[in-house]
């Protein structure tokens, strides 16, 4: 007998468990593929190059995430794995277009360091730059580091001076230079670079890991910005151990996700202040907020409140201004 016109089964949307899927790491996307590591640090460690499964929707996966993956899991040539559950992430790095651009999108996952490359010199530090991504990290939940390269064309005192309030960690490069001091701090952990073009994110990957191999380009010298070498975030296995995600230059670093709740947060010795004497909905920056009698109190420093209120300012884009 012929099956009914609607097909001889019924549609169900019960989806499989996928219990024997294996795990992943995405280290990079290309136009619709994840190139994932599977049983990273083991004898039978292998890339692995998947697309996305139907039943995970508009759900995105970017570098970083740890995923479950089914099919062809080889990593032979020509062979083609599909991603069907996303591990549930511990951060995730978001930033939006503008301040006023209502969708977020998120660079990397699973990172639990941010590394801020700022050249002291061609081009030019933009401290602004800087606060906006040391916003962006506090709201991540990210430990900020702060890499200052090119030191051997001016001095790193003067920007260090602005972040001393912070107590920002940060080490400073040289062309050429030991970077002993960079690999202690990247040891062991998942590190994504963040900077605008032109700073020498790519060469420090290069010097870091040899067979990176990324691309690198010089500062035009009418514009003073930097040329874009890297076109998509990449994650990196560091020789030492732990992982350095490297990313596209930014020449923005919109914050239109970010609360002011998850700013003050990084701030131990203001957030006890603003929980008992700002009024509620405080934005830390108007004539009621209470951090000023909590600073007058000897509760905590100036500089510091000072740093809390460039940060915040920065973030509704006024310091821009």
């Known amino acids: 007998m012929r099956p009914g016109r609607r097909g001889s089964r019924p549609r169900t949307r019960r989806r499989p468990a996928h219990e024997d899927a294996v795990l992943g790491m995405v280290t990079a996307v290309d136009r619709g593929r994840y190139r994932c590591l599977v049983d990273a640090g083991t004898p039978d460690e292998r890339a692995v190059t998947a697309m996305r499964a139907r039943e995970l929707g508009r759900k995105g996966v970017v570098v970083g995430d740890r995923v479950a993956l089914v099919g062809d899991v080889s990593g032979a040539p020509d062979t083609l794995a599909r991603i069907v559950r996303v591990e549930p992430r511990t951060s995730a790095l978001r930033r939006t277009a503008d301040d006023t651009d209502p969708y977020e999108r998120i660079i990397v996952a699973n990172a639990d360091q941010m590394v801020i490359v700022t050249a002291l010199a061609d081009p030019e530090p933009r ?28 001095a790193p005192d003067p920007l260090l001076e602005i972040y001393a309030p912070l ?3 940060y080490v400073v490069t040289r062309r050429g230079g030991d970077l002993d001091s960079l690999r202690r701090h990247l040891a062991g952990r998942v590190s994504v670079l963040v900077g605008h073009s032109g700073v020498g994110k790519s060469t420090l990957v290069n010097a870091l890991v040899p067979d990176a191999d990324r691309a690198v380009s010089h500062v035009n010298a009418v514009t003073g910005r930097g040329r874009h070498t890297s076109s998509s975030a990449i ?13 596209p230059g930014v020449r923005s670093f919109g914050l239109a996700h970010v609360q002011p709740e998850s700013v003050i947060e990084a701030f131990d010795d203001l957030a006890e202040g603003a929980a008992e004497r700002c009024p509620p909905h405080c934005d830390h920056l108007g004539e009621a907020c209470g951090l000023d009698e909590w600073v007058a109190d000897g509760r905590a420093s100036r500089a510091r409140l000072d740093s809390l209120r460039r940060l915040l300012a920065s973030r509704e884009g006024e310091a821009d201004r």
Do not use: N, Q, S
Not at 235 to 246: K, M, N
């Open 127 to 154: 401290p602004r730059l800087i606060d906006r991504c040391l916003v962006a990290a506090y709201d991540a939940g990210m430990d900020p580091l702060l890499c200052l390269t090119k030191a051997d064309l001016a």
């Open 167 to 169: 107590g920002v960690p």
């Open 235 to 247: 994650a990196l296995e560091l020789p030492g151990g732990g992982w350095i995600i490297d990313t």
